[in-house]
């Protein structure tokens, strides 16, 4: 008989790992900050003033606009503006404030996509393991393909390919109209999804190429499909030159495909198209500020903005 078949085995925890050793042990398994990096004393402070002064956490702490909190968002893109220096300033009208980069996910989900009009889901591959749950939820099980990586961050030539089948594939079938969203004044149903990480991709940490960021929008336009970004790690950048004493950039080095797909070739919101764009940015408080504090925003176009709050 198997020596073994009767054993009962445990799988040793992170916790229990680092209580077998001497030194503090960086668990490196999920992407959990130090708890030394959590801004306890600046959120404590925030919260004493906000709920001090009746004029704004009264309003605060009702239910409030559908698209957030008119000082945060206005605060939001004058801060946006200046870390990214778009060719046109972030307007507060382009920012929904939400409950953080997955929820924002799962209801752009909602809004903007069928589970069958929706041909695919294309997400640049390695690709970041929690957003499958999501739109596995919507109802694209099956209808997920990877898109390979390649020096620039996406191999654009593997996805017109496959685009252009999947669209072939959708005319034999007469997929020809949403079958389960109605028509909405303030949504519409994208033919695709496009997911990707330009910046610090995760886990392959590679950052796409101005070039690529270009041709990604161009694609977008062509086959209807909606480019998700999620820009959360753009603000964690730092000076190469590991002698200055510098401790963070204070600049964007790349435009966002966001600030691209608005001013490329006429803009999203140019004279022939339906003012929606094809690229929302996918931001959260959480990787620079603590996780927990559950708020994030999504900016694209007005019309997209005002979209995601109806959700």
Same mark, same amino acid.
């Given at each position: 008989?198997?020596?073994h078949s009767?054993a009962?085995?445990?799988?040793?925890?992170p916790?229990e790992?680092?209580n077998? *050793?001497?030194k503090?042990l960086i668990?490196l398994l999920r992407?959990?900050?130090?708890?030394s990096?959590l801004?306890?004393s600046?959120i404590k402070q925030?919260?004493?003033n906000?709920?001090s #002064?009746?004029?704004v956490?009264?309003?605060?702490? +009702?239910?409030?606009?559908?698209?957030?909190?008119?000082?945060?968002?206005?605060?939001?893109? !004058?801060?946006?503006?200046?870390?990214y220096?778009?060719a046109?300033?972030?307007?507060?009208e382009?920012? !929904?404030i939400?409950?953080?980069a997955s929820?924002?996910?799962?209801?752009?989900l909602?809004?903007?996509?069928?589970?069958?009009?929706?041909?695919?889901?294309?997400?640049v591959?390695p690709a970041?393991?929690l957003?499958?749950? $999501?739109?596995?939820?919507?109802?694209? $099980?099956?209808? +997920?393909r990877?898109?390979?990586?390649?020096?620039e961050?996406?191999?654009l030539g593997?996805?017109?390919?496959e685009i *252009?089948?999947?669209?072939?594939?959708a005319?034999?079938?007469?997929n020809?109209?949403p079958?389960?969203k109605?028509?909405?004044?303030?949504?519409k149903i994208?033919?695709?999804v496009?997911?990707c990480?330009p910046t610090?991709? #995760?886990?392959s940490?590679?950052?796409?190429?101005l =070039?690529?960021?270009k /041709?990604?929008v161009r694609?977008a336009?062509?086959?209807?499909?909606?480019?998700?970004?999620?820009?959360v790690?753009?603000f964690?950048?730092w000076?190469?030159d590991i002698k200055t /004493?510098?401790?963070s950039l204070?600049?964007?080095?790349m435009p966002? &495909?966001v600030?691209i797909?608005r001013?490329?070739?006429g803009?999203?919101?140019?004279?022939d @198209?339906?003012?929606f764009g094809?690229v929302? $940015? #996918? !931001? =959260?408080? @959480?990787?620079?500020?603590?996780?927990g504090?559950?708020?994030?925003?999504?900016?694209?176009?007005?019309k997209f903005a005002?979209g &995601?709050a109806q959700t």
């Open positions: 008989t198997d020596r009767n009962s085995f445990k799988m040793t925890t916790e790992l680092a077998t *050793h001497s503090p668990n992407g959990w900050p130090s708890t990096l801004p306890v600046l925030a919260t004493q906000v709920l #002064n009746p004029t956490s009264d309003p605060g702490l +009702l239910y409030g606009p559908d698209t957030g909190h008119p000082p945060l968002r206005k605060a939001l893109a !004058a801060w946006l503006t200046e870390f220096e778009p046109q300033a972030v307007t507060p382009r920012i !929904a939400t409950g953080g929820q924002n996910l799962a209801g752009l909602q809004v903007y996509t069928d589970p069958v009009f929706t041909r695919n889901v294309w997400m591959a970041y393991m957003a499958f749950r $999501s739109f596995e939820d919507a109802g694209f $099980s099956g209808k +997920l990877a898109v390979p990586e390649d020096e961050g996406i191999d593997f996805l017109r390919r *252009h089948k999947s669209e072939e594939k005319k034999v079938e007469g020809t109209k079958t389960f109605p028509a909405r004044p303030y949504a994208y033919r695709h496009i997911y990480v610090f991709a #995760n886990p940490s590679r950052t796409m190429s =070039s690529h960021r /041709e990604l694609c336009r062509e086959y209807d499909a909606l480019v998700i970004c999620d820009d790690y753009d964690l950048q000076p190469a /004493e510098q401790s204070d600049k964007a080095v966002r &495909v600030d797909d001013v490329l070739d803009g999203a919101e140019r004279a @198209s339906d003012g094809n929302v $940015s #996918n !931001a =959260s408080f @959480s990787k620079i500020g603590a996780p504090m559950r708020t994030g925003w999504v900016e694209g176009t007005e005002y &995601v």
